[in-house]
């Protein structure tokens, strides 16, 4: 029932910052975990963090110390703040909602329809 639309990807300069958004509707994020995924063409889908519905977070080294995952409880909305952006982090980005933590794609059942993210240098 549950549906999330992802938004805020574009064209970006490499050490460029850019906000995805992730709004949920027909639910709450009561629960769940959420995270972020990214996917390049010809590649697999590739973990970049998580929250879970206790406010604990993970990110994948590739990431770290450069995104931030949140909330908006009030709003149904998880955003991924991407700072010092790289031409590596070009991608299709996912926003989904699974019943455990967890880094493998296959644990998460609701997805976005993506949004494009593409770094140029």
Known sequence: QVQLVES?????????S????C?????TYSNYAMAWFRQAPGKEREFVALLSWSGYTLYS???KDRFTISRDKSKN???LQ?????????????????SVM???PTQYTI???GTQVTVSS
């Open 8 to 16: 805020g990807g574009g064209l970006a300069q490499a050490g460029a």
């Open 18 to 21: 850019l906000r995805l958004s």
């Open 23 to 27: 709004a949920a509707s027909g639910g």
């Open 61 to 63: 080294d590739s990431v």
């Open 77 to 79: 909305t998880v955003f």
């Open 82 to 98: 991407m700072n010092s952006l790289k031409s590596e982090d070009t991608a299709v980005y996912y926003c989904a909602r699974g």
């Open 102 to 104: 967890s880094y493998s």
């Open 111 to 113: 997805w976005g329809q």
